[in-house]
């Protein structure tokens, strides 16, 4: 009953924070506050009311359009919203399923709340990084620098925690050790192939955010989660320019086409997704399939 409770909890504060989510997303790009002026139409400059803002529910009785000059309002809104839901939900129903009842028994439900919410925080985090890069190529320093900040909190609440609910079996000294070099291993991996195209093509590749962003991801998952992102990353990546370029305009014009920015950033998000989930269960399910 508390799990249940626990999930749809998370699935609604997820909601909340994903309408929060698509204000900024509207506004960091323009450089505008997020907190003045209130939310309104970005067409017309209405001011919404409350019932408008209610996260999915409005735009479904809204039909998609504002209510005075009837502007689509983008499908993006909802999704979003529903995304850090969803994945908000799913955080609380895993963790309390496979450790609620122990972390309670032994005395350290406030490190698990807390790793919760920080893997919560790094989410958030991604979905704001992929819709960012996706939308406009950029990934935010602020936004990035933050992800590895929380990484390492989340780190230092782990090392605390561990007598409660974790087992470090080398030491902190080893755990933060090997924190560092995933970082710096999964940035430099960017940075290789960045230096590597430049060699080839003279010209840029790869963005400096996108080794930021690996380095966030190195933070929070180590270096064979960071990996795993980059592969699934770069298979969604190779994937997509696959079927753009199937696309007859793409073929007609294929100087632009080559010359077209694919949102790398967007990919590896994704990628770290399928990773903070089911990264365990993938990395144990191929080392057991290539008998490591």
């Known amino acids: ?40 139409c970005r067409n017309c400059g209405r001011t919404l009311g409350w019932w408008e803002n209610v996260p999915v529910v409005s735009w479904v009785a809204l039909q998609g359009r504002c209510r005075t000059c009837k502007t689509c309002i983008s499908w993006r809104y909802p999704l979003i919203e529903l995304t850090v839901g969803v994945l908000w939900a799913y955080v609380v129903w895993q963790a309390a399923g496979n450790s609620f009842e122990r972390f309670i028994s032994s005395g350290g439900p406030y490190g698990a709340a807390a790793m919760i919410l920080l893997k919560m925080t790094f989410l958030w985090l991604l979905v704001a990084l992929a819709v960012l890069d996706a939308e406009h190529l950029w990934l935010p320093n602020n936004l ?49 192939i960045r230096w590597a195209y430049w060699l080839i093509r003279r010209r840029e590749g790869i963005g400096l955010g996108d080794a930021k962003l690996m380095a966030m991801l190195g933070a929070w998952l180590g270096l064979p989660g960071a990996l795993l992102s980059f592969g699934i990353g770069v298979v969604l990546g190779a994937i997509f320019a696959v079927a753009a370029l199937a696309v007859p305009a793409a073929r007609r014009d294929s100087d632009r086409w080559l010359a077209a920015k694919l949102p790398l950033g967007t990919f590896l998000c994704i990628g770290g997704i399928v990773s903070v989930l089911w990264g365990q269960t993938i990395i144990g399910a191929y080392s057991r399939w290539a008998g490591f």
């Not at 909190?153 to 933060?176: H, W």
């Open 144 to 192: 990035t620098m933050a992800g590895i900040l929380v990484g390492m909190i989340n780190l230092v609440v782990a090392s605390i925690s561990a007598r409660t609910f974790f087992i470090l079996s080398r030491g902190a000294l080893f755990a933060a050790l090997s924190w560092i070099a995933a970082v710096l291993v999964s940035a430099g991996l960017v940075l290789a």
């Open 1 to 40: 009953m508390i799990r249940i409770f626990g999930t749809v909890l998370a699935g609604l504060l997820g909601l909340a924070f994903g309408s929060f989510l698509n204000v900024c997303l509207s506004r960091w790009p323009e450089v505008e506050s997020v907190v003045h002026p209130r939310s309104h």
